[in-house]
């Protein structure tokens, strides 16, 4: 690897995600009005940090989409959009879901390939996906009233990582560079929000981290021959956190809570990541 | 009446011309030297069809490989070298005349190989092949023609499809027919000319490409 290429790596595709989510995070929690900044922060900072990215790397990340996941940046601007209105006041869950059902099917329409040889077929793979895009979110949009602190943050961030990682080490460079973005704007909205993330900010988010999180695991679970759809278990990795959602470590803030919760989370990355490599 | 004389000339012309086309088109020539060498199949690049001969192309008698070299040291000591495993296609071949009239190839880019499960992952993804996008690669000569004074060698020409891009390339080839159809030739191609354009700052934009097809009779 050339310098110049290492340069690009880190400026570009770690730090520039990074910073941007981190000061759009705290810009959103300063300007708007509380209620509003709740909702929107977190889904807001994701989403400029991932276009801020995308618009760093090079000629083969265009804005006008030649490939499938060129069209993550559109949609996480779509996610930030909707993921803010489906927790607006007087929305009740039902009617929260059905606002992420559009958000799924638009996404795995635009996200599922059309490529000859798909297997299988496009005709199954758009409702899989879409049905995958919105359990994810419907399933950790449940999470930020009972994991509290840095750790569901902080488990989205690590679950982003491990994609890329992931992806980077089975299929593609380049697109282990695009998921890489999402992980490091998680990061910076981590580091941002530190121990201050309220419940409400973590589930404005939720839906952008389900479709481009997911997302990109998905192009890249696809981008081998053999697809490697063991992948697809990592960002929903944050899901282990659900077993220890009752009972006598719900919102606990201990040390022994978050070791546990931690060990919780660890395991389940582990399950994934033995899944992609058996 | 008409003077045989003042008729003479437009004769002429009609036997001319009735011996200048055989029937089928081709030229019929007789009594020339190019007409004796057609009848003997020689010398002529794609006389006498009926000496014409078509080879199958399958990857029991054909081969296409790739050498790929990294940026970091010139010469690169470890360069990659695959094949691709999956491939059809026809030569057409004049026996009696021992030469190359046309030929064709098309690859299934999925079936590449290094002998290095990773490295296969790698050149099939997106930054390289795309062989999802890009299923398969092609090559058709538009012309052979052959070296004078080399007997053997041959300069083919012709459209090599690759991911999105179709270039004219050129290549030295040398063939022989002492066992069977042999075709030996080597290419270098730039790959971003392709749209292979990734990772130019590890991978050189040059490959080498050989082609070699080996008949068994």
């Not at chain 1, 940046?73 to 606002?99: D, K, N, Q, S, T």
């Not at chain 1, 390939?113 to 449940?142: H, I, S």
């Not at chain 1, 990061?187 to 981290?209: N, S």
């Amino acid at each position: 690897m050339s310098a110049r290429f290492a340069f690009e790596m880190f400026a570009y595709g770690v730090l520039a995600p990074a910073l941007v989510a981190a000061v759009a995070s705290c810009l959103a929690r300063r300007v708007l009005p509380a209620a509003t900044a709740a909702r929107h922060a977190g889904a807001f900072a994701f989403s400029a940090g991932v276009c801020a990215g995308y618009a760093l790397l090079p000629e083969w990340a265009p804005w006008i989409p030649e490939r499938h996941w060129h069209w993550l940046p559109y949609l996480a601007i779509g996610a930030a959009v909707v993921g803010p209105i489906a927790l607006a006041e007087g929305v009740g869950w039902f009617e929260r879901w059905m606002l992420l059902v559009p958000l799924a099917i638009v996404a795995s329409w635009l996200l599922v390939p059309r490529w000859p040889n798909l297997d299988p077929p496009r005709t199954t793979l758009v409702p899989a996906v879409a049905g995958y895009f919105f359990l994810l979110a419907v399933l950790l949009d449940g999470l930020p009233d009972r994991v509290p602190g840095r750790m569901l943050p902080g488990a989205l961030f690590v679950s982003a990582a491990v994609v890329a990682t992931v992806i980077l080490d089975q299929a593609s460079v380049s697109l282990a560079r695009a998921a890489g973005l999402s992980a490091c704007a998680l990061g910076g909205i981590a580091a941002a929000f530190g121990r201050r993330a309220t419940a409400m900010e973590l589930r404005g988010l939720v839906p952008a981290f389900a479709t481009i999180v997911g997302g990109m695991a998905f192009a890249g679970c696809i981008e081998p021959t053999e697809p490697l759809f063991a992948l697809l278990l990592i960002p929903a990795a944050p899901l282990a956190l659900w077993f220890l959602a009752w009972g006598p470590l719900r919102g606990s803030v201990t040390t022994r809570a978050t070791l546990a919760r931690g060990t919780l989370f660890v395991l389940a990355l582990i399950v994934g990541a033995a899944a992609i490599y058996a | 009446m008409i003077p045989l004389r003042s008729l003479l000339p437009v004769l002429l012309c009609l036997w001319f011309a009735g011996c200048s086309k055989a029937p089928g088109g081709a030229p019929s020539g007789s009594g020339t030297a190019e007409a004796a060498a057609n009848e003997n199949g020689a010398g002529v690049n794609g006389a006498g069809a009926e000496e014409s001969r078509t080879i199958l192309l399958t990857p029991e008698n054909a081969k296409i490989r790739f050498v790929g070299k990294h940026m970091k040291e010139d010469p690169d000591p470890n360069p990659r070298t695959g094949a691709f495993r999956k491939l059809s296609g026809k030569a057409e071949v004049d026996e009696a005349a021992k030469s190359l009239e046309a030929v064709s190839v098309e690859f299934q880019t999925d079936s590449l190989s290094t002998g290095i499960d990773k490295l296969d992952t790698h050149l099939k993804n997106e930054d390289f092949f795309d062989v999802r996008q890009y299923p398969t690669a092609k090559f058709e000569s538009t012309r052979i023609t052959p070296v004078e004074g080399k007997e053997g060698e041959y300069h083919v020409v012709g459209n090599l499809t690759l991911l999105k891009g179709t270039k004219e390339v050129s290549f030295p080839a040398t063939i022989s027919f002492e066992n069977g159809f042999a075709l030996e030739g080597e290419l270098k191609i730039d790959r971003t000319e392709y749209g292979m354009d990734r990772l130019q700052d590890s991978v050189r934009k040059e490959v080498e490409i050989t082609v070699e097809i080996a008949e068994k009779k």
